[in-house]
């Protein structure tokens, strides 16, 4: 029986030496994010149903598992704080798609070195190692991003986030793929825009132009569809998202443009409210539930608004119980990062007499992100 083992490890040489472990065992492996609290890593754990955690020192067994197929490779949670997070399986086969489209298009150099300091547990991270393994190319990998390490580290590749992508000098590598947040307007050349989602196991659209293999369709309300070898088997825990042809319905809205001469894709954002900030997606919902905690408050909305160094920055507002003081923003971020990852807590706080909201009591977002005053 092939089983889910979870990988209870910080990125690195140890990490990926579990990963290859797991592989030849024929078992699929599931990263667990080393920066969730304890009890949001017990939750997800839960939801996986895997048959052993894995760590450094020992193997310890879960359980109430469930198996996974012949052939699973990675099991990779699309959100680990909103409720029932999605466990997106992705085959063997799959993550081999992946890292010959992307080797087709940007190509694979003798000399060549891949630099993975992205999360282990995100798709963008992981799928920078499993890209590595599968072309027998050298690889980094850090626990963490860290400038000077990232620049020191000699890698002539990388995948990263706008941030990290701002505070290292890009002409140190021969070729950065930048994707999971809103890109900087002036890319180098030899760096790529990416678009995709844990789904398709990492970028599938490179600079608006799809990698080999890779269908893309725009349904008649604007939707990005997807369709190509690289995309999940199907989720853990609900089932295959992919309709009978195999197509995927994103959720994002976008659009064909031509630019330099060819035809890109243009993607305008999720049609839903999921804040992405710095490359990590934080879910409104859960943070205000969190926020509601506070004492002094009586109501409270979580937006995003654009940022330009996060992307979008996650924006509390609150309205106060009469005769209170209002809370800081210290206080609440101090209150969210109890039971969520730091880039879940709020960066600003606007204090609002009332919550906007629809008759049947739904929170007008747009009506809060359009009077924010700056940060």
């Known amino acids: ?43 997800i754990v839960e ?15 879960v359980a109430n598992s469930l198996p996974v197929e012949p052939g699973d490779a990675v099991v990779i949670a699309t959100s680990g704080t909103s409720g029932e997070p999605k466990g997106v399986v992705l085959t063997h086969d799959a993550v081999r798609a992946s890292a010959e489209a992307t080797t087709d298009r940007i190509g694979i150099e003798q000399d060549d070195h891949w630099l993975a300091c992205l999360p282990v547990a995100h798709v963008g991270g992981l799928s920078v190692i499993t890209k590595a393994l599968h072309t027998g190319t050298r690889l980094t990998v850090l626990p963490a991003f860290d400038a000077a390490l990232a620049m020191g580290s000699g890698a002539t590749l990388a995948s990263l986030v706008p941030t990290a992508f701002a505070r290292i000098d890009p002409y140190r590598f021969r070729v950065l793929l930048v994707g999971g947040a809103k890109p900087p307007e002036d890319m180098p050349s030899h760096c790529y825009t990416t678009y995709g989602m844990t789904e398709t196991g990492s970028g599938c659209v490179y ?36 309709d009978a042809d195999g197509w995927l319905a994103t959720g994002d809205l976008g659009e064909w443009v031509e630019r330099d001469g060819t035809r890109r894709l243009a993607v305008h954002g999720r049609r839903g409210e999921l804040i992405n900030t710095g490359g990590e997606k934080v879910w409104p919902e859960t943070v205000e539930r969190l926020l509601l905690a506070h004492p002094s408050v009586a109501d409270a909305a979580v937006a995003g608004v654009a940022d330009d160094e996060w992307g979008q920055r996650v924006v509390a507002y609150v309205a106060t119980h009469s005769g209170t003081h209002a809370p800081t923003l210290d206080e609440l971020r101090a209150l969210v990062k109890e039971s969520l990852p730091a880039y ?12 906007p909201k629809t008759a049947v009591g739904k929170i007008r977002r747009n009506e809060l992100v359009r009077d924010t005053p700056p940060a």
Not at 234 to 242: F, L, Q
């Open 47 to 61: 939801a996986m149903a895997p048959s052993v955690i894995r760590t450094a020192t020992s193997d310890t067994p």
């Open 344 to 355: 879940c807590a709020p960066r600003q706080l606007v204090v609002v007499d009332a919550i």
């Open 1 to 43: 029986m092939n089983e889910l083992i979870v990988l209870d490890l910080p990125g690195g040489p140890a990490f990926v030496d579990a990963l290859r472990r797991t592989w030849d065992d024929g078992d699929a492996a599931f990263v667990l994010d080393q920066r969730l609290p304890r009890a949001a890593a017990l939750r």
């Open 207 to 242: 600079s608006g132009v799809p990698l080999k293999g890779v269908d893309v369709r725009i349904d008649d309300e604007g939707q990005i569809h997807l369709r190509g070898p690289m995309l999940l088997r199907t989720y853990r825990n609900v089932g295959d998202p992919k």
